[in-house]
């Protein structure tokens, strides 16, 4: 179906589910993009690589961009942070639709497309996770598998994480591929109680770390094993590890040592134009 089609469905769909005045999409340059409080919101898209061939696109994932004006731009954290638990809900709806229409151009490429959910959403929506965004999938012509959906597990949810674990085996229920990413920031007793029981019962297809996450493990402090630990169970049970943020060639490196399945980051974009563009070699002393 052309992409003017498409928009067009989904504004009659969206404007009457939510008692819209004014269709929240709209095509400008090639993209859908919507507007919401004096904000644009928009897709960016950022390649994930194999790991071991880092000129391989095995995925591409979405980020929302919030653009105040021409020469500005909000945080996707700041869209999010003042709504209700229905407006979390439908705005995160209507931010995957944007990520999936404007997929489209790429979606011959058979990659995955990651999808940040907020936790907000799995919460709040109590049974059937993923049934609303599946129709969505269908009518762009894509498969349920191919899309990751993405969540933060961060101890801000730490009494409602076996909520999260439903909402996510529902989301695999329904076909869908998932990934976790753990909250880097949070202590030592988050990582030993809740994060490595949270693998063994989701078991997610990704697990997206930033480099930075695993930077201490080098140290060899106590704040350290949680994490050595975890990146342990990583790699016993079925899933792919993607270290993302990696920014030069001492984190390419070192996500090398960590074993990483897939990589994301700017030293990857920046490399990827040299000839024969390889994974760097491991450090003698890693």
């Given at each position: 179906m052309p992409l003017q089609d498409l928009v067009e469905y989904f504004n009659q769909r969206i404007s009457t589910e939510q008692g819209l005045g004014e269709p929240p999409l709209a095509i400008r340059?090639?993209?859908v993009e919507s507007l919401l409080g004096g904000l644009r919101l928009a897709t960016e898209f950022h390649p994930i690589r194999k790991a071991t061939t880092p000129s391989e696109i095995v995925g591409h994932d979405a980020t929302l961009q919030a653009i105040q004006s021409e020469n500005s731009q909000a945080t996707a954290a700041k869209v999010f942070h003042s709504a209700d638990e229905g407006g979390v809900i439908n705005l995160d709806r209507l931010c995957r639709t944007i990520h999936m229409l404007n997929y489209l151009p790429i979606a011959h490429e058979n990659g995955y497309l990651f999808l940040h959910t907020h936790p907000r959403h799995v919460l709040g929506v109590k049974r059937d996770h993923?049934?609303?965004?599946?129709?969505?999938i269908f009518r762009c012509g894509l498969s349920p598998r191919r899309v990751v959906i993405t969540v933060t597990v961060t101890p801000v949810?730490?009494?409602?994480?076996?909520?999260l674990q439903e909402g996510l085996k529902n989301y695999q229920n329904r076909g869908y591929s998932t990934a976790i990413k753990f909250d880097e920031q949070a202590d030592e007793a988050f990582f030993e109680r809740y994060c490595i029981e949270f693998l063994h019962r989701v078991?997610?297809?990704f697990v997206r770390l930033d480099g930075g996450f695993f930077a201490r493990l080098r140290q060899g402090d106590d704040e350290s094993r949680p994490k050595a630990s975890l990146l342990s169970v990583i790699h016993t049970l079925d899933t792919q590890l993607l270290v993302e943020g990696v920014k030069d060639i001492k984190e390419a490196r070192f996500a090398e040592t960590l074993r990483a399945a897939l990589v994301k980051?700017?030293?990857?974009e920046n490399a990827v134009?040299?000839?024969g563009l390889q994974p760097p070699k491991r450090l003698a002393s890693a």
């Amino acid at each position: 179906m052309p992409l003017q089609d498409l928009v067009e469905y989904f504004n009659q769909r969206i404007s009457t589910e939510q008692g819209l005045g004014e269709p929240p999409l709209a095509i400008r340059g090639g993209q859908v993009e919507s507007l919401l409080g004096g904000l644009r919101l928009a897709t960016e898209f950022h390649p994930i690589r194999k790991a071991t061939t880092p000129s391989e696109i095995v995925g591409h994932d979405a980020t929302l961009q919030a653009i105040q004006s021409e020469n500005s731009q909000a945080t996707a954290a700041k869209v999010f942070h003042s709504a209700d638990e229905g407006g979390v809900i439908n705005l995160d709806r209507l931010c995957r639709t944007i990520h999936m229409l404007n997929y489209l151009p790429i979606a011959h490429e058979n990659g995955y497309l990651f999808l940040h959910t907020h936790p907000r959403h799995v919460l709040g929506v109590k049974r059937d996770h993923g049934a609303y965004f599946e129709e969505v999938i269908f009518r762009c012509g894509l498969s349920p598998r191919r899309v990751v959906i993405t969540v933060t597990v961060t101890p801000v949810y730490d009494r409602q994480l076996s909520l999260l674990q439903e909402g996510l085996k529902n989301y695999q229920n329904r076909g869908y591929s998932t990934a976790i990413k753990f909250d880097e920031q949070a202590d030592e007793a988050f990582f030993e109680r809740y994060c490595i029981e949270f693998l063994h019962r989701v078991t997610p297809d990704f697990v997206r770390l930033d480099g930075g996450f695993f930077a201490r493990l080098r140290q060899g402090d106590d704040e350290s094993r949680p994490k050595a630990s975890l990146l342990s169970v990583i790699h016993t049970l079925d899933t792919q590890l993607l270290v993302e943020g990696v920014k030069d060639i001492k984190e390419a490196r070192f996500a090398e040592t960590l074993r990483a399945a897939l990589v994301k980051g700017e030293y990857y974009e920046n490399a990827v134009s040299a000839p024969g563009l390889q994974p760097p070699k491991r450090l003698a002393s890693a």
